[in-house]
């Protein structure tokens, strides 16, 4: 990003998750994001100049239908599906049209409204996005689970054989991610779970998973305003977030050809975004001291540790049992309680992210604020693939 325009944060908002099924229609939700990123920005929704909007499970244009609700100002409106990285993917667009000097305002919002139960394929009449990858899984994985799970629970089992982690490992991750949840007001799930709580609840996967391993299906919406210095000055807005790196990656062919199952859930991914943002930066991962990461199962947060650089790759259970994943400890990681207790939309999980993260750097996060913070990293991972690595930083 060297020679282009700061960009900066300068309003966020975000509904409180529901479980599948409980949750308003995802324009509604979408409409109150909005409303909360410009109430915490003070501006109005006629200072926006383009907007990016992502989803997985909406029909084509719900973003021009969520965000009418906000306001029909004639900008441009583009709808993004990205998987899982959608609401990140709409972020990286949002800040390269700051950046590169196009807009001085731009909005970025996700939304889902999800039903209970596995994933479902809409389109099985046409070839997958997940052929090759199906393949592949197929060979490594031979069990009869929802697409998901028999990804990134292959990925776990595969760190469990190179590494020795254990299912004690992934228990802590799960019970850790509940501790943090139980200070968010917006988590769906708050009840704290100890380790043996984890083991001890139905199995997904013998041996591999029990069922808080695994995030379930919910609905929200979270919405980013982002904008240049000179906009900020004019809109007496005080700048305390910037975006100080991004990258986005896709797939390498080492994903369908290393015979890995990490490799095929996205670590070739994650390791060059984050070495990209690392080298944009002039940081390392040593200076973070919160994380928000893509943790759809306990297993990936395990494998994103080492992907991330948080620790040495096979370091991952040291790094788990010397408590330097959470507070007091190296880094806290999903201060938010993560996909895993806050909950999972699709579309909004990038921007909710974007959301913890800012108030982390604000300093307005209440019982879960990071002390020190300077530097704030952000994971959102979708198979198929692609994965969006932000660093913010404190601009004051």
Request: aromatic letters at 6%; a negative charge; proline letters at 4%.
């Amino acid at each position: 990003m060297s020679g282009e325009r700061d960009v900066f944060v300068i309003g966020v908002g975000m509904i409180p998750f529901t479980k599948a099924g409980q949750s308003q229609p995802y324009d509604d939700m979408a409409k109150e994001a909005i409303a909360c990123a410009l109430a915490d920005a003070g501006i109005s929704y006629d200072a926006v100049e383009q907007a990016f909007a992502g989803y997985v499970y909406a029909a084509s244009c719900a973003g021009q239908r969520a965000i009418y609700k906000a306001g029909m100002t004639g900008i441009p409106i583009v709808n993004v599906n990205n998987n899982c990285s959608s609401g990140s993917s709409a972020l990286y667009l949002a800040r390269q049209a700051i950046e590169h000097g196009i807009c001085e305002c731009v909005l970025a919002v996700g939304f889902e409204e999800m039903n209970a139960g596995p994933l479902p394929s809409i389109f099985a009449d046409r070839v997958s996005p997940f052929e090759g990858f199906d393949r592949v899984c197929d060979a490594l994985v031979d069990v009869e689970l929802p697409l998901a799970l028999r990804y990134f629970g292959g990925a776990g089992l595969a760190h469990m054989q190179k590494y020795g982690t254990t299912l004690a490992d992934f228990a802590s991750v799960r019970a850790k991610a509940s501790r943090h949840a139980s200070h968010n007001p917006m988590s769906v799930f708050r009840t704290v779970m100890t380790e043996a709580d984890v083991l001890n609840a139905a199995v997904m996967w013998s041996g591999v998973m029990t069922r808080p391993m695994a995030c379930p299906p919910t609905c929200g919406a979270a919405a980013t305003l982002l904008a240049s210095s000179e906009f900020a000055a004019k809109h007496g807005i005080v700048k305390t977030v910037r975006i100080a790196a991004q990258a986005m990656t896709t797939d390498r062919p080492v994903a369908l050809t290393s015979g890995d199952m990490i490799e095929l859930v996205g670590r070739d991914m994650a390791v060059r975004a984050s070495q990209a943002v690392y080298e944009q930066a002039g940081v390392g991962p040593e200076d973070i001291r919160v994380v928000e990461l893509h943790d759809c199962f306990a297993h990936n947060e395990v494998i994103s540790y080492e992907s991330l650089g948080l620790c040495p790759e096979g370091g991952a259970q040291k790094f788990i049992a010397d408590g330097d994943n959470t507070y007091g400890g190296q880094v806290v990681v999903n201060p938010s309680g993560g996909l895993l207790s806050k909950g999972h939309p699709l579309g909004a999980t990038g921007l909710a992210q974007c959301y913890e993260l800012t108030h982390q750097l604000r300093g307005s996060a209440g019982a879960r604020q990071v002390e020190g913070v300077r530097h704030a990293l952000q994971h959102n991972l979708g198979l198929g693939g692609a994965c969006v690595v932000t660093l913010y930083e404190k601009a004051l």
